[in-house]
């Protein structure tokens, strides 16, 4: 039995079809009831629960041979650092007192750095704290998702522009979700023989080749706006994010503009879905 998390994002939700599909016993961990019924027509078992929530979580891990995990975002809350600090310990105490024997976790290119990488230090926590159980460990280390484009779709279709807060002439490594479900499945069904770190990329784009694909699809000049760092904060708070939050990710936006956010794991796996058939189905 493989318990899975976040099946209702893109990463859980392709890793638990990616098992269902190899008919694997998959157990589902949702929030609300309702988006568990589509699983359970598929086969899957579903628990109703809060991943904060530690009995719960407990519960749902005992007897799983793996558990995929993830620290979902939740950009509502009022300290985002304190929200992953404090569902990452939920997360480590379920792992200890269920004695769910291999954890495959959903973490992020950079997160062997203890500070200085904005929301993906907390990751680095994690790691860690799963690393000090009895469990095994899968990190899976995933760089920039190719479905983030989809932030600045709204803005791309109304005014032909993709703001950029990298240097435009530095291809990026992204990565497909389904690739990264595909990878974590994977890491669950054949699991290594210790705790093990993947990274996980795939092919590389500017912010102009990312324009020009936007352009293709949406039939409509898209010219790149790039905006200075000192903007970045600004640019982040009119999209919509905290205050706290846009300065975590400013942080690591300067973690990545000076290259240190890179790929050192155990080994690498390099995804091959491009970026024109991601932006496709979000189109």
């Known amino acids: 039995m493989f318990v899975v998390a976040g099946v209702t994002g893109h990463v859980g939700a392709n890793a638990a079809n990616e098992l269902l599909n190899q008919k694997q016993k998959v157990r589902v961990i949702v929030r609300d009831a309702r988006k568990g019924e589509a699983w359970a027509k598929r086969g899957a078992e579903v628990s109703v629960g809060s991943l904060d929530d530690k009995a719960f979580l407990t519960k749902a891990l005992t007897g799983a041979t793996g558990v995929f995990l993830l620290v979902p975002p939740n950009f509502a809350v009022p300290d985002f650092r304190a929200y992953q600090h404090k569902l990452a310990d939920v997360m480590v105490s379920a792992v200890k007192d269920s004695a769910v024997p291999h954890v495959v976790l959903l973490s992020s290119i950079g ?20 690393r000090d159980t009895r469990t095994k460990l899968t990190a899976v280390r995933a760089g920039f998702f190719m479905e983030n484009v989809a932030m600045n779709l709204g803005v791309a279709k109304a005014q032909g522009i993709y703001p950029n807060f ?51 699809r949406l ?20 999209g919509g994010l905290s205050k706290d939050v846009a300065a975590l990710y400013v942080e690591m936006y300067t973690a990545f503009s000076k290259g240190l956010a890179r790929p050192i794991g155990d080994r690498t796996v390099h995804a091959t879905t491009r970026l024109e058939e991601v932006i496709k189905a979000l189109t």
């Open 219 to 238: 039939n409509k000049p898209v010219k790149v706006v790039n905006i200075p760092q000192q903007g970045w904060l600004d640019g982040l708070l009119q």
């Open 166 to 216: 990298m240097d435009e002439h530095v291809a990026m490594p992204m990565v497909a979700t389904k690739d990264i479900g595909a990878q974590i499945a994977k890491a669950l069904v054949e699991p290594a023989a210790k705790s093990t770190v993947i990274d996980v990329t795939g092919p590389a784009y500017t912010a102009g080749q990312v324009a020009g694909i936007l352009s293709e």
């Open 111 to 130: 997160a062997d750095l203890e500070a200085g990488t904005g929301p993906i230090v907390a990751l680095n926590y994690l790691e860690r704290k799963l």
